[in-house]
């Protein structure tokens, strides 16, 4: 750590859960995070009830050499950042590989796993969030980790992600963009785009009401191309 690097209290810390919705849209982050406003959709109350079933299985659990922990606190004083891990699990490896758990003798080898409702995005919001997971957890147990694990529950498998330099540095940069947006307390303007349809907050946004000097024919042709408006 740099001597000059700033470090976050307690009360600035962001959730890791806002680095998604602002690589989704910054105006979705700001109006989450800054203004409180939420609401569901049928995706959000899907993955919102499989998150809730994934933490309440129990706490821990032993399979062979693996411990599996689910719901680890996180939080990084370096990123500004708090959060929840869906699962962690602990393999077994050499003395001195890993890292040393309560009440479990020999070293221990950390894999995140982040659960997700539905298959693998063409987006990095996925991996940032694992990577944001995964650089709490190197911060709090002084380690390095070298890759994690998005379950998808569409295709009930597992994707591998390597956390590689080029992704903890846009893990990073989206870190510090979050704080930038958030820290400047403005809300940006609406913008209308095919993504929006996936939105949940699409009712409150109101993109194409909202978006700055959009023409009246603009707009009818767009619904016309667009009938699900």
């Known amino acids: 750590m740099q001597p000059d690097q700033h470090v976050f209290t307690e009360d600035e810390l962001l959730p890791i859960s806002a ?4 690589i989704f849209c910054e105006r979705q982050c700001a109006l989450i995070h800054l203004e409180r406003l939420w609401a569901d959709n049928p995706l959000t109350v899907d993955g919102s009830d499989m ?5 309440d299985e129990d ?6 050499d693996v411990r599996i922990a689910r719901g680890i606190a996180l ?3 370096r990123l500004g950042l708090v959060g929840q891990a869906d699962v962690v699990e602990f393999h077994r490896a050499e003395v001195g590989a890993g890292v040393s758990l309560p009440n479990a003798s020999g070293s221990w080898l950390l894999l995140p796993v982040e659960y997700k409702r539905g298959r693998p995005k063409r987006g990095l919001e996925d991996r940032v969030q694992l990577c944001a997971q995964t650089l709490c957890l190197e911060e709090m147990f002084g380690i390095r980790l070298q890759a994690g694990a998005l379950f998808y529950r569409t295709s009930r498998r597992r994707l591998p992600v390597a956390f590689d330099e080029a992704l903890r540095k846009f893990t990073e940069e989206t870190t510090q963009r979050l704080h930038v947006l958030l820290a400047q307390r403005v809300t940006p303007r609406a913008r209308r785009e095919p993504k929006c349809k996936r939105c949940s907050l699409i009712g409150l946004c109101m993109p194409d009401a909202m978006a700055a000097r959009r023409s009246v024919t603009r707009y009818l042709a767009s619904a016309i ?3 699900a408006e």
């Open 75 to 77: 939080r990084s004083f």
């Open 19 to 22: 680095l998604q919705h602002l």
């Open 59 to 64: 706490a821990s659990e032993v399979r062979g």
């Open 51 to 55: 998150h809730s079933r994934v933490h």
């Open 225 to 227: 191309e667009d009938p």
